[in-house]
């Protein structure tokens, strides 16, 4: 997974470490959930008869962190949907600022829910907020979560500046896209 060209300054940082995160820890969780599941289906439950015990658990966190690895990488690529219906009726002065006003709704529903996760992982623990078989703590997955969003806030933050400027927003491009 790489990216065609570099973008300057914060954003082109932003975008080799979310590229590597992303390849790197959810190739990893990807691996690990694949792997898990065959042993734990043909192995473990098919021939021995004897499943592991949380299975479902891991299965489920590794899910979660294969979310929040993929949601800010999404945002620089361009991945998450947008509606463009009445943007080729407007003047290209007034689609731009109409994007700041949606980038800015958008941030500040991303702050809110950032702090809100993060808010859910300090309660966590003290609510008792566990798997069901292995009681491992949601609050390191809350956690992982929040930090997601207020990256992909960040993301929203760049391109509004990049916007008010007067440029155009430019995505990570990752090679072999479907174009």
């Avoid at 570099?6 to 940082?13: D, N, R």
């Avoid at 958008?106 to 078989?133: C, K, N, P, Y």
């Avoid at 927003?169 to 174009?179: A, C, K």
């Amino acid at each position: 997974m790489t990216y065609n060209r570099k973008a300057p300054g914060l954003t082109g940082l932003l975008d080799a470490v979310l590229t590597w995160v992303a390849l790197i820890g959810g190739g990893l969780t990807l691996a690990f959930m694949t792997l898990f599941s065959v042993w734990n289906v043909l192995i473990m439950r098919k021939a021995l008869n004897s499943p592991i015990v949380g299975a479902e658990d891991l299965l489920i966190l590794s899910l979660v962190v294969v979310v929040a690895l993929a949601i800010p990488l999404g945002a620089r690529s361009g991945a998450h949907i947008e509606i463009e219906v009445l943007e080729s009726a407007m003047s290209p002065g007034f689609a731009r600022w109409s994007m700041v006003f949606v980038k800015l709704l958008g941030l500040a529903l991303l702050v809110i829910m950032a702090q809100q996760l993060w808010h859910a992982g300090d309660s966590a623990v003290r609510f008792g907020e566990t798997t069901q078989q292995l009681l491992i703590s949601y609050q390191p997955f809350y956690y992982a979560l929040a930090i997601s969003v207020a990256l992909y806030a960040v993301v929203l933050v760049l391109d509004i500046i990049r916007l008010a400027r007067g440029g155009a927003i430019t995505t990570l491009t990752i090679r072999g896209d479907l174009q």
